[in-house]
């Protein structure tokens, strides 16, 4: 096997032998196992990437083997590695690592210590099978692999059916958008007679095949997107996500699954870059969905949901760059975004962890002098994720900004104001959080603040290298990097002058996000208690979340379930399928009850009926002889 081959079957491996024998060999082997095996995974991977840029990042393909023949054209499980791979194979194993040392501290009581690092491997290993595979097959299968891993995870805990019911949401939703998918990729083999990525870009970088539409392809891929990377209307689970252990929501909203469509509106950009309308709807949903999750998190109280929206928001800030065309920047946000999200949710992990549970920040507060590790780190990458310089998500928020007001593929003001308003959000509630938990009165109850500790270093140990690469991670140029295949668009000429004034605005949104959190909350919230009932209507719709699960399940849910009780159980399932059974047998036996009657015992009757016999067939006889 080749060196991307053993990337991605070693946390296989981990599935299969912590999943196998976990249990029987205790914790210390789950653990070397379970994070032994990804580490070597990312070390690979290393390698692989340096001798890649050695070769002068010519792209090297691996077949593990054909998975079929069809009309003469085979399906390779195949792996493919060039420079936008490059980096994503980097992010998935090497920050999929961190969290995999750090749930050791953090799972480190649970039951099912050697289920969840089985499920957590198997997780890693479909989405390195999504960002290695060549072809759109091979890029599904990892793609339906990390929606199964996420059930899985996600519903870890399926005693409590609340979290069951939330697996179940996420399994759900993400298969409506795969529906799409397909069928895009349906249409692809129809267009270019091929599903390997490589190959369909150069065909649509030569125009548009015959009898095809670049748009169609592009807007049923990006339903597909929607669903994985939880866009409007298909983002509503990805919330209720935050049932599965902290370590799991950290994998799934920084590392793998949320950014798969991302990706592969990247890996596939030479069909978007023909798709102007598709295009153009890839950037509103994003720019839109942004500005919408942004303003549900204002109000939120659980310290991860707050995360969770905040992490729609920041993937609707990289749909908007790869709508405008700069998909190097939408991965450069994705990478960014990778480090400071990571550290912030398993910051939060650490903040539960100390409070015993709780996830309400409304009865936390004072954890600063409490927790200073875990502290240190959540507010670096809160600030990263603010936007201020000089840390990472300045420098990809900024590129943001400035591509979608001055790409000529699709740039204009309108983006420009709706982001520039979603990133005053993002500083605000970013620093709304961090205030209510760590500074302010304490306010918590005294049996829960009597034990508040500073989490073990296999959990902060993990945060300090987050934060640091949270806090650098903006200097790695990653759209220069990734220019050779991913050129950025022109800027208009008239928004040429406009970069540097574009640059202190991205710094005074952060600021500004700063200074009027720090001014509503830094007396425990009093200023913004005493202006709520002002806006007490704004807020319910907010805390309702825009009531939009609600709108689902009045239009869908509630139709779907009258047409499944009134006509498929009532009428399909009781009165044909139950009804017809039913008849059957009770035709049987009454045809039994009646034959039965025959069957007396009594011998005077069996002789009457033998002699009857014996006269009708005489009769009989005499009348046909």
């Known amino acids: 096997m080749g060196a991307l081959t053993w990337i991605v079957v070693l946390p296989l491996a981990g599935f299969l032998v912590n999943g196998l024998a976990g249990n029987a060999a205790g914790k210390r082997f789950v653990s070397v196992v379970g994070c032994g095996l990804p580490i070597v995974s990312f070390l690979i991977a290393v390698g692989a990437v340096m001798a890649l840029l050695a070769d002068g990042s010519a792209p090297r393909i691996e077949t593990a083997f054909t998975w079929a023949v069809i009309g003469g054209k085979p399906f390779e499980i195949g792996f493919y590695l060039d420079r936008l791979s490059a980096v994503m194979v980097l992010i998935v194993t090497g920050v999929g690592s961190l969290i995999h040392v750090y749930s050791i501290g953090y799972m480190h009581d649970d039951e099912s210590y050697a289920r969840f690092f089985a499920y957590l491997n198997l997780f890693l290993f479909f989405m390195l099978l999504l960002v290695l595979g060549r072809s759109a097959l091979v890029l599904f299968v990892g793609w339906e692999g990390v929606g199964l891993a996420s059930y899985l995870l996600i519903g870890f805990w399926f005693e409590d059916p609340e979290k069951a019911a939330a697996g179940k949401k996420a399994f759900i939703t993400n298969r409506v958008g795969d529906a799409g998918f397909l069928l895009g990729m349906f249409l692809l083999y129809y267009a270019v007679g091929t599903l390997d990525m490589d190959r369909i870009n150069a065909a649509f970088a030569a125009g548009v095949p015959a009898g095809v539409s670049a748009s169609l392809i592009g807007v049923l891929l990006f339903i597909g997107a929607s669903g994985k990377s939880a866009q409007m209307p298909l983002h509503v689970w990805l919330p209720d996500a935050m049932a599965g252990p902290t370590p799991v929501s950290a994998l799934i909203h920084a590392a793998t699954m949320v950014t798969a469509g991302v990706y592969m509106v990247a890996r596939l950009s030479g069909i978007f870059v023909q798709a102007e309308f598709a295009s153009q709807l890839v950037a509103t949903i994003g720019v839109l969905t942004a500005f919408f999750a942004a303003t549900i998190a204002l109000v939120q109280t659980d310290i991860k949901r707050v995360l969770a929206y905040s992490t729609i928001s920041q993937l609707g800030f990289m749909f908007l760059a790869a709508g405008v065309g700069a998909y190097g920047v939408a991965i450069f946000h994705v990478v960014t975004h990778a480090f400071f999200k990571a550290c912030l949710f398993l910051g939060a992990g650490s903040v539960i962890h100390a409070m015993?549970?709780?996830?309400?920040?409304?009865?936390?507060?004072?954890?600063?002098?409490?927790?200073?590790?875990?502290?240190?780190?959540?507010?670096?990458?809160?600030?990263?994720?603010?936007?201020?310089?000089?840390?990472?998500?300045?420098?990809?928020?900024?590129e943001i900004l400035w591509f979608a007001y001055g790409s000529s593929f699709g740039g204009g003001p309108w983006l420009l104001i709706l982001a520039s308003a979603t990133a005053l959000l993002t500083a605000f509630y970013m620093f709304r959080l961090l205030w209510l938990t760590f500074f302010g009165s304490p306010r918590m109850d005294e049996e829960v603040a009597h034990h508040i500790h500073e989490s073990p270093w296999s959990m902060t140990g993990v945060l300090i290298v987050l934060a640091l690469l949270a806090a650098i991670g903006g200097f790695f140029s990653i759209p220069h990097f990734l220019e050779p295949m991913l050129p950025l668009p022109a800027i208009r000429p008239e928004a040429q002058s406009f970069h540097g004034a574009l640059v202190w605005i991205a710094i005074g949104l952060g600021v500004g996000g700063l200074l009027l959190a720090a001014w509503f909350y830094r007396n425990d919230g009093a200023r913004a208690a005493a202006l709520r009932p002002s806006f007490e209507p704004i807020h319910k719709v907010l805390s309702?979340?825009?009531?939009?699960?609600?709108?689902?399940?009045?239009?869908?849910?509630?139709?779907?379930?009258?047409?499944?009780?009134?006509?498929?159980?009532?009428?399909?399932?009781?009165?044909?399928?139950?009804?017809?059974?039913?008849?059957?047998?009770?035709?049987?036996?009454?045809?039994?009850?009646?034959?039965?009657?025959?069957?007396t015992g009594n011998l005077h009757l069996y002789a009457f009926l033998v002699l009857a016999g014996i006269v009708g067939a005489l009769i009989w006889s005499w009348r046909n002889g």
């Open 544 to 599: 309702g979340k825009y009531y939009v699960d609600e709108l689902y399940d009045a239009v869908l849910g509630r139709p779907l379930a009258w047409v499944s009780e009134k006509v498929f159980l009532r009428i399909g399932d009781r009165f044909l399928i139950d009804g017809t059974l039913d008849g059957l047998a009770a035709l049987a036996q009454r045809g039994a009850g009646r034959l039965s009657k025959l069957q």
């Open 356 to 398: 015993s549970g709780e996830q309400d920040i409304r009865k936390m507060g004072a954890l600063a002098k409490k927790i200073p590790i875990t502290f240190a780190t959540f507010a670096i990458s809160t600030a990263a994720i603010a936007g201020l310089p000089p840390l990472s998500g300045f420098f990809s928020k900024d």
